[in-house]
C-alpha cells in the first residue's frame, strides 16, 4: 500500500492500475477510521477493485469552527487501518491541494433533498459536501464509490449529483456498521464520555421500535403512519434520555427524504441529536410486512 499527498500522484498510480485492467474503487473519508470504513474497504477489495482512499477533513462541509477544531487527525492509525483492509492508495491531500489560492468554484444539488434535515440545520454542509466529492470522484477517475448508510441524506444527494453531472459512478451504499449494543460506528463516538455512551443506545432502540410500531399497527393506533410513529419515538426520547437535544426525528421517503404519511411499503426513519454535546445522527429502514 501507498501514501500520496499530491493529485498528480493519484492519477499517476490510476493510470498504472488501468493499464494493468484493473477497475477502481473508492472510498472518500474524513478519517478516524473505523470498522465502518474499513467494511467498505474491505467491500472495494472484494469486488476486485483496486482501492483508493481519501483522508481529508474536509473543512468546507463543516459550520461550526469548534466541530472542526475537534475533529480528530489520525494518519498513521488510519493508513493501518487501510493496509488491512486491503486498500492499495491512499490519498491525504494537505487543504491547500483541495482547495488552492484561487479556488473559486462550488457544486450544489439544490433541491428540496439538500434543504432539509441536514441541509437545515447545517447551512452550507451540502454544498462543501458535494463540491469536495464531486473534485474527489474526478481526482480518483473511479469506476465504483463507497459511501456508508448511516449518511443517509449524503447518500442520497451524492447520487443526485453524479446523476445530474453523468459522471459515470457508480455509488455503492453500504449497510451501516454497528456496536455491540447497535450504536452505529461513528469518528464521533469517542468524544462521548461514559454517561453519555450509554445514553446513546437509546438511538437505535428508537430505529428498532419504529419497526416494532409498524409491525402492530392497528386501526386504532395507526402506527402505519409516518407521523404517528414520529411522535411515539420523541416521547419516547423524552422520557429515556430528557437531556438529550433532538434536531429531527421522520419517518421519510428513503429516495425523496420528504416526510411520509401512511407506509404502505417502507421507508426510512432518520435521526439527529445531541447526547453529551456530541451531535450524532442515525437511520433505518421500516418495512411493513403484509
Known amino acids: 500500500m501507498q501514501t500520496v499527498s499530491f493529485i498528480g500522484d493519484v ?141 443517509w441524506q449524503q447518500l442520497a444527494v451524492v447520487r443526485q449529483m453524479v446523476r445530474d453531472l453523468a459522471m459515470g459512478v ?24 461514559p454517561e453519555a455512551r450509554k445514553t446513546a443506545k437509546i438511538i437505535p432502540y428508537l430505529l428498532d421500535t419504529a419497526q416494532d410500531l409498524l409491525d402492530s399497527a392497528t386501526p386504532e393506533t395507526q402506527t402505519d403512519k409516518g407521523g404517528v410513529i414520529a411522535a411515539w419515538l420523541r416521547t419516547l426520547l423524552e422520557s429515556n434520555a430528557p437531556d438529550a437535544r433532538l434536531d429531527y426525528l421522520a419517518v421519510v421517503d428513503p429516495d425523496t427524504l420528504v416526510e411520509v404519511d401512511e407506509i404502505t411499503n417502507y421507508a426510512q426513519v432518520i435521526i439527529a441529536v445531541h447526547i453529551g454535546g456530541v451531535r450524532l445522527i442515525d437511520n433505518r429502514k421500516i418495512v411493513k410486512r403484509f
Open 170 to 193: 457508480a455509488i455503492v451504499g453500504s449497510p451501516t456498521v454497528r456496536e455491540s449494543d447497535g450504536l452505529a460506528m461513528s469518528s464521533r463516538n469517542v468524544r462521548l464520555s
Open 11 to 151: 492519477r499517476e498510480v490510476v493510470e498504472n492500475a488501468r493499464a494493468a485492467g484493473r477497475r477502481i474503487g473508492f472510498v472518500p473519508t474524513m478519517g478516524a477510521l473505523h470498522a465502518g470504513h474499513a467494511a467498505l474497504i474491505r467491500q472495494a477489495h472484494e469486488e476486485g477493485c483496486f482501492v483508493i482512499v481519501s483522508v481529508f477533513v474536509n473543512p468546507a462541509q463543516f459550520n461550526d469552527a469548534g466541530d472542526l477544531a475537534a475533529y480528530p487527525r489520525t494518519l498513521t492509525a488510519d493508513e493501518a487501518v487501510c493496509r488491512e483492509a486491503g486498500a492499495d492508495l491512499v490519498f491525504a491531500p494537505e487543504v491547500s491541494e483541495i482547495y488552492p489560492a484561487g479556488f473559486a468554484t462550488q457544486v450544489t444539488v439544490d433541491s428540496p433533498l439538500t434543504k432539509a434535515w441536514e441541509g437545515h440545520f447545517r447551512p452550507g454542509h451540502f454544498a462543501g459536501v458535494t463540491t469536495v466529492v464531486a473534485k474527489l470522484l474526478l481526482i480518483a477517475q473511479c469506476d465504483r464509490a463507497f459511501f456508508g448508510e448511516k449518511d
